[in-house]
């Protein structure tokens, strides 16, 4: 992974290679240096198959029970009747007037997840008044490796991440005004501003966004009075309308929020429901596979002692373990976008600083790669 400075241009050099010196190894580094991959990146559609081939594996032994399709009317409290006390179940009544009472009800339903606002959860966090653009592009060739790629943008950061068949996924964080600009482009001009973003000067860029059209007209233009070292950069996207996945552009705003708790009785959240993070780590998802990881062993070790897997005592352990680490990780992807967000001054001459320090230190990097893979 390159990783640089649009200010600046300091960069950083991400593999396991240069990865020396570690004061200490996690249990997974030293597979990861030998196959010298950094992370995985796969599409939702691999995930969200997996799952489904996992569900009708447990429709099959009668363990899973599948409503779909429908919907969740609405959760409510049961009551207290002569032959069950359900008064601290969740009653959830289904789209097709179908009700369900819950020992465990697990919020995996999003950052406005009703479950959270079943259970009275609050969350505390703010705004980032950015928005993500995503699209999947056609690279001009093949990479001779997957290597990813972001930079560092005043207005926010753009990433380039490789995938099979010279296909990449362009995740770009900018103001909402630019976002709406880059949506209205043509295919072509849009395939341009991608292009600038990792090669134009960040005043460069500024200037592209205020134009309606002719971005492409005005790369090729700018790219004569650049210098530009290939070596440094991704390998361009087809500039034609060829070049956009067809139906791929969107946008959505970018905001940090965490719940107060994971838990409440016979309620769990995990993933987007307990916390949203800024994109520029690409760690939300993995956040959420911990979240579900950690969740799962919890109701395992309950089942097994025979407890109640729904009560707030049996729960604790949960939110004690992922808790005080989605906090780490949320702190750290917020500290990253306010640090990059300047333009001029001493904290751009510490940044260009620092970052030149963890590309000559391996052992820093490879602390780094350990956390974020």
């Not at 000067?201 to 090729?220: N, R, Y």
């Given at each position: 992974?390159?990783?640089?400075?649009?200010?600046?241009?300091?960069?950083?050099?991400?593999?396991?290679?240069?990865?020396?010196?570690?004061?200490?190894?996690?249990?997974?580094?030293?597979?990861?240096?030998?196959?010298?991959?950094?992370?995985?990146?796969?599409?939702?559609?691999?995930?969200?198959?997996?799952?489904?081939?996992?569900?009708?594996?447990?429709?099959?032994?009668?363990?899973?029970?599948?409503?779909?399709?429908?919907?969740?009317?609405?959760?409510?409290?049961?009551?207290?009747?002569?032959?069950?006390?359900?008064?601290?179940?969740?009653?959830?009544?289904?789209?097709?007037?179908?009700?369900?009472?819950?020992?465990?009800?697990?919020?995996?339903d999003g950052p406005n997840s009703p479950v959270r606002a079943f259970a009275g959860i609050k969350t505390h966090g703010w705004d980032y008044e950015r928005?993500?653009?995503?699209?999947?592009?056609?690279?001009?060739?093949?990479?001779?490796?997957?290597?990813?790629?972001?930079?560092?943008?005043?207005?926010?950061?753009?990433?380039?991440?490789?995938?099979?068949?010279?296909?990449?996924?362009?995740?770009?964080?900018?103001?909402?005004?630019?976002?709406?600009?880059?949506?209205?482009?043509?295919?072509?001009?849009?395939?341009?501003?991608?292009?600038?973003?990792?090669?134009?000067?960040?005043?460069?860029?500024?200037?592209?966004?205020?134009?309606?059209?002719?971005?492409?007209?005005?790369?090729?233009?700018?790219?004569?009075?650049?210098?530009?070292?290939?070596?440094?950069?991704?390998?361009?996207?087809?500039?034609?309308?060829?070049?956009?996945?067809?139906?791929?552009?969107?946008?959505?705003?970018?905001?940090?929020?965490?719940?107060?708790?994971?838990?409440?009785?016979?309620?769990?959240?995990?993933?987007?429901?307990?916390?949203?993070?800024?994109?520029?780590?690409?760690?939300?998802?993995?956040?959420?596979?911990?979240?579900?990881?950690?969740?799962?062993?919890?109701?395992?070790?309950?089942?097994?002692?025979?407890?109640?897997?729904?009560?707030?005592?049996?729960?604790?352990?949960?939110?004690?373990?992922?808790?005080?680490?989605?906090?780490?990780?949320?702190?750290?992807?917020?500290?990253?976008?306010?640090?990059?967000?300047?333009?001029?001054?001493?904290?751009?001459?510490?940044?260009?600083?620092?970052?030149?320090?963890?590309?000559?230190?391996?052992?820093?990097?490879?602390?780094?790669?350990?956390?974020?893979?």
């Amino acid at each position: 992974m390159s990783v640089w400075d649009g200010v600046t241009g300091q960069q950083i050099h991400f593999d396991w290679m240069s990865a020396n010196g570690l004061p200490f190894m996690p249990p997974s580094v030293p597979n990861q240096i030998n196959g010298q991959t950094i992370a995985t990146m796969t599409e939702n559609n691999n995930i969200t198959g997996a799952l489904m081939q996992a569900l009708d594996l447990g429709k099959a032994d009668s363990r899973t029970t599948l409503f779909s399709p429908t919907t969740v009317g609405s959760i409510d409290l049961g009551t207290d009747t002569q032959h069950f006390d359900l008064s601290s179940w969740p009653i959830l009544t289904l789209s097709s007037g179908a009700k369900l009472a819950a020992r465990l009800l697990v919020g995996a339903d999003g950052p406005n997840s009703p479950v959270r606002a079943f259970a009275g959860i609050k969350t505390h966090g703010w705004d980032y008044e950015r928005h993500g653009v995503v699209a999947t592009l056609q690279l001009e060739s093949t990479p001779d490796s997957a290597t990813a790629y972001q930079r560092f943008l005043p207005t926010g950061p753009i990433a380039l991440l490789p995938f099979p068949n010279n296909l990449a996924t362009l995740v770009w964080s900018t103001t909402p005004a630019n976002a709406s600009v880059l949506k209205s482009l043509s295919a072509d001009d849009f395939v341009a501003m991608v292009n600038a973003a990792f090669r134009l000067s960040h005043v460069d860029l500024e200037f592209m966004h205020t134009i309606s059209s002719g971005q492409a007209d005005e790369l090729a233009w700018r790219e004569k009075h650049t210098p530009i070292d290939p070596s440094l950069v991704p390998l361009r996207v087809i500039q034609s309308d060829q070049g956009v996945q067809a139906g791929s552009i969107a946008s959505f705003p970018l905001r940090l929020r965490h719940a107060a708790e994971y838990t409440g009785e016979r309620v769990a959240l995990v993933g987007d429901a307990a916390h949203t993070v800024h994109p520029l780590a690409g760690q939300g998802l993995n956040l959420g596979l911990a979240d579900v990881k950690s969740l799962a062993q919890t109701i395992g070790d309950v089942a097994e002692r025979g407890g109640d897997i729904g009560s707030t005592l049996s729960l604790e352990p949960y939110g004690a373990d992922r808790y005080a680490k989605n906090h780490v990780m949320l702190g750290v992807c917020d500290k990253l976008h306010k640090l990059y967000s300047w333009q001029s001054g001493p904290v751009v001459a510490a940044r260009h600083l620092g970052l030149g320090l963890v590309e000559r230190w391996g052992g820093l990097k490879g602390l780094i790669m350990g956390s974020a893979g």
